[in-house]
């Protein structure tokens, strides 16, 4: 079983940063493929970013290239998420998920508020 804990949320105005960590425990961190997903009040939860193994293969959602950067220390266990220029529209519960690569996203955090006031 994994548990995964994100933390970093809070209350940014638009255009500013925040960084969200994911720290996981109870499986090899390394052998886990990392994503990212956000849920708005009202929106089903979407697919923001997902990491590999190694930071040499990332995918992003087109609403965020550019702006937030996903990574991981897989010596410390902890995936993260740079969000840069952030909008409005950015507000959301963010998730952390897990998985292995045989099977669906079967791992989640409790998630961590981000609200970007205009």
């Known amino acids: 079983q994994v548990q995964l804990v994100e933390s970093g949320g809070g209350l940014v105005q638009a255009g500013g940063s925040l960084r969200l960590s994911c720290a996981a425990s109870?499986?090899?961190?390394?052998?886990?493929?990392m994503a990212w997903f956000r849920q708005a009040p009202g929106k089903e939860r979407e697919f923001v970013a997902s990491?590999?193994?190694?930071?040499?293969?990332?995918t992003y959602d087109d609403f965020v290239k550019g702006r937030f950067t996903i990574s991981r220390d897989n010596t410390k266990n902890t995936m993260y998420l740079q969000m840069n220029s952030l909008k409005p529209e950015d507000t959301a519960v963010y998730y952390c998920a897990a998985r292995s690569i045989d099977t669906a996203w079967n791992h989640w955090g409790q998630g961590t508020q981000v609200t970007v006031s205009s």
């Open positions: 109870g499986r090899t961190f390394s052998s886990l493929i």
């Open positions: 990491i590999w193994w190694t930071e040499r293969s990332t």
